[in-house]
T-cell receptor, first 114, second 113 residues
């Protein structure tokens, strides 16, 4: 399967714990995006990378969130000191710089903070 | 920033009927409009997209129309089938340096037998 993959698919954590999610994009895609989706809503943009450079961060991304893409391939999203409000589906997508502009999404990581 | 509104929030049609979902956007610089289908527990799946230099695009039973002047675009599904039941999202973006997608709030489509 050459699509976007995410790991883990589900994560249950206690409030105050740190969690880290991984995304592997489609191999030739140099753009990688993180979105967050809460129940009944559309995905909301969090941040994106072009190769290893993080080019934009949403105001939704508090200082407890950090994302990396160290070698321009896979990416990690870490949430420190989780809060109940962080419970959501975290989606990763990838695309090619310069077009075509289609973003392909992974299956997501569902985070539940208890 | 961009704001995308989507209607209706739920839509129930009988198998074989057509379904139409409408979206409006606020940023006149947006030039790329994809539609995604999301099934329960899965990530969004791109089903069709349209760019601002095109007024209509068709792919088998699905079509999308774009009215740049009015800043609205629509998804049309003909001959609906039970497997079309899902949540559909429209989105808008500016292609280029920052091509983040702004999504609508989704339409839950139910195709009944």
């Amino acid at each position: 399967d050459t699509g976007v993959s995410q790991d883990p698919r589900h994560k249950i954590t206690k409030r105050g714990q740190n969690v880290t999610f991984r995304c592997d994009p489609i191999s030739e895609h140099n753009r990688l995006y993180w979105y967050r989706q809460t129940l009944g809503q559309g995905p909301e943009f969090l941040t994106y990378f072009q190769n290893e450079a993080q080019l934009e961060k949403s105001r939704l991304l508090s200082d407890r969130f950090s994302a990396e893409r160290p070698k321009g391939s896979f990416s990690t999203l870490e949430i420190q000191r989780t809060e109940q409000g962080d419970s959501a589906m975290y989606l990763c997508a990838s695309s090619l710089e310069g077009g075509p502009y289609e973003q392909y999404f992974g299956p997501g990581t569902r985070l539940t903070v208890t | 920033g961009e704001n995308v509104e989507q209607h209706p929030s739920t839509l129930s049609v009988q198998e074989g009927d057509s379904a139409v979902i409408k979206c409006t956007y606020s940023d006149s610089a947006s030039n790329y409009f994809p539609w995604y289908k999301q099934e329960l527990g899965k990530g969004p799946q791109l089903i069709i997209d349209i760019r601002s230099n095109v007024g209509e695009k068709k792919d088998q039973r699905i079509a999308v129309t774009l009215n740049k002047t009015a800043k609205h675009f629509s998804l049309h599904i003909t001959e609906t089938q039970p497997e079309d039941s899902a949540v559909y999202f429209c989105a808008a973006s500016r292609t280029g340096t920052a091509s983040k997608l702004t999504f609508g709030t989704g339409t839950r489509l139910q195709v009944t037998l």
